[in-house]
Protein backbone atom coordinates (compact mmCIF):
# COMPACT_ATOMS: atom_id res chain seq x y z
CA UNK A 1 0.00 0.00 0.00
CA UNK A 2 1.21 3.54 -0.73
CA UNK A 3 0.83 6.55 1.28
CA UNK A 4 2.09 9.90 0.59
CA UNK A 5 2.44 12.01 3.76
CA UNK A 6 1.98 15.88 3.66
CA UNK A 7 3.96 18.49 5.99
CA UNK A 8 4.29 21.63 6.03
CA UNK A 9 1.40 23.83 6.09
CA UNK A 10 0.06 26.87 8.44
CA UNK A 11 -1.18 30.24 9.05
CA UNK A 12 0.96 32.66 7.61
CA UNK A 13 0.87 36.53 6.83
CA UNK A 14 0.41 37.85 3.66
CA UNK A 15 4.43 37.91 1.71
CA UNK A 16 5.40 35.34 3.83
CA UNK A 17 6.87 32.13 2.83
CA UNK A 18 6.11 28.70 3.27
CA UNK A 19 7.75 25.34 2.23
CA UNK A 20 5.30 22.13 1.49
CA UNK A 21 6.73 18.46 1.78
CA UNK A 22 5.18 15.12 0.30
CA UNK A 23 7.20 12.28 1.13
CA UNK A 24 5.90 8.57 -0.38
CA UNK A 25 6.02 5.16 1.16
CA UNK A 26 4.73 1.79 0.45
CA UNK A 27 5.35 -0.44 -2.47
CA UNK A 28 5.66 2.73 -4.45
CA UNK A 29 8.15 2.39 -7.40
CA UNK A 30 8.69 4.14 -11.40
CA UNK A 31 7.40 7.17 -10.41
CA UNK A 32 6.64 9.47 -13.45
CA UNK A 33 4.99 13.08 -11.86
CA UNK A 34 4.68 14.63 -9.09
CA UNK A 35 2.61 17.64 -8.19
CA UNK A 36 0.69 19.99 -5.72
CA UNK A 37 -2.89 21.00 -6.12
CA UNK A 38 -4.82 23.02 -4.43
CA UNK A 39 -9.05 23.81 -3.22
CA UNK A 40 -10.55 26.29 -1.54
CA UNK A 41 -13.96 26.13 -0.15
CA UNK A 42 -16.38 26.44 -2.51
CA UNK A 43 -13.81 25.89 -5.28
CA UNK A 44 -12.90 22.88 -7.36
CA UNK A 45 -9.46 21.47 -6.92
CA UNK A 46 -6.44 22.98 -9.26
CA UNK A 47 -3.31 22.17 -10.63
CA UNK A 48 -0.43 24.31 -8.63
CA UNK A 49 2.99 22.76 -9.97
CA UNK A 50 4.01 19.87 -11.37
CA UNK A 51 7.63 18.32 -12.40
CA UNK A 52 8.26 15.42 -14.65
CA UNK A 53 10.71 12.45 -13.87
CA UNK A 54 13.04 14.59 -16.06
CA UNK A 55 12.46 17.19 -13.76
CA UNK A 56 10.20 19.82 -16.60
CA UNK A 57 8.03 22.06 -14.23
CA UNK A 58 4.87 23.26 -15.38
CA UNK A 59 3.10 26.14 -12.38
CA UNK A 60 -0.34 27.63 -12.59
CA UNK A 61 -0.50 31.43 -14.29
CA UNK A 62 -1.36 32.40 -10.53
CA UNK A 63 1.77 30.92 -8.89
CA UNK A 64 4.12 31.52 -11.63
CA UNK A 65 7.42 33.39 -10.33
CA UNK A 66 6.57 32.80 -6.54
CA UNK A 67 6.17 29.27 -5.89
CA UNK A 68 9.22 26.25 -6.98
CA UNK A 69 8.16 23.01 -7.14
CA UNK A 70 11.45 20.26 -6.57
CA UNK A 71 11.77 16.69 -6.15
CA UNK A 72 13.97 14.10 -4.35
CA UNK A 73 14.23 10.91 -6.18
CA UNK A 74 16.13 9.34 -3.66
CA UNK A 75 13.76 10.35 -1.09
CA UNK A 76 10.49 9.96 -3.08
CA UNK A 77 9.71 12.96 -2.11
CA UNK A 78 8.69 16.44 -3.80
CA UNK A 79 8.55 19.70 -2.17
CA UNK A 80 6.60 23.02 -2.76
CA UNK A 81 9.07 26.77 -1.66
CA UNK A 82 5.99 29.44 -1.64
CA UNK A 83 6.91 33.17 -1.19
CA UNK A 84 5.46 36.46 -1.42
CA UNK A 85 2.00 34.31 -0.54
CA UNK A 86 -1.15 36.06 -0.95
CA UNK A 87 -4.38 36.14 0.77
CA UNK A 88 -5.69 33.78 -2.51
CA UNK A 89 -3.18 31.39 -1.91
CA UNK A 90 -5.10 30.05 1.04
CA UNK A 91 -6.48 26.65 0.38
CA UNK A 92 -5.95 23.07 1.44
CA UNK A 93 -2.94 21.55 -0.69
CA UNK A 94 -2.41 18.16 -1.84
CA UNK A 95 0.40 16.10 -3.17
CA UNK A 96 -0.22 13.73 -5.78
CA UNK A 97 2.36 11.06 -7.16
CA UNK A 98 1.87 9.37 -10.81
CA UNK A 99 3.76 5.83 -10.52
CA UNK A 100 4.15 2.42 -11.85
CA UNK A 101 1.23 1.41 -14.72
CA UNK A 102 -0.04 4.98 -14.47
CA UNK A 103 -1.69 4.84 -10.74
CA UNK A 104 -2.33 7.99 -9.29
CA UNK A 105 -2.27 8.59 -5.25
CA UNK A 106 -3.10 11.30 -3.33
CA UNK A 107 -2.20 12.69 0.00
CA UNK A 108 -4.03 13.35 2.93
CA UNK A 109 -3.97 17.36 2.35
CA UNK A 110 -2.42 20.13 4.25
CA UNK A 111 -4.07 23.35 5.09
CA UNK A 112 -2.35 26.71 4.18
CA UNK A 113 -3.78 29.88 5.46
CA UNK A 114 -2.73 33.72 4.44
CA UNK A 115 -3.88 36.34 6.39
CA UNK A 116 -3.86 39.75 5.10
Known amino acids: QVQLVESGGGLVQAGGSLRLSCAAS????????MGWYRQAPGKQRELVAR???????NYADSVKGRFTISRDNARNTVYLQMNSLKPEDTANYYC??????????WGQGTQVTVSS
Open 26 to 33: GSIFGINA
Open 96 to 105: NMNWGFRVDS
Open 51 to 57: IGSGGFT
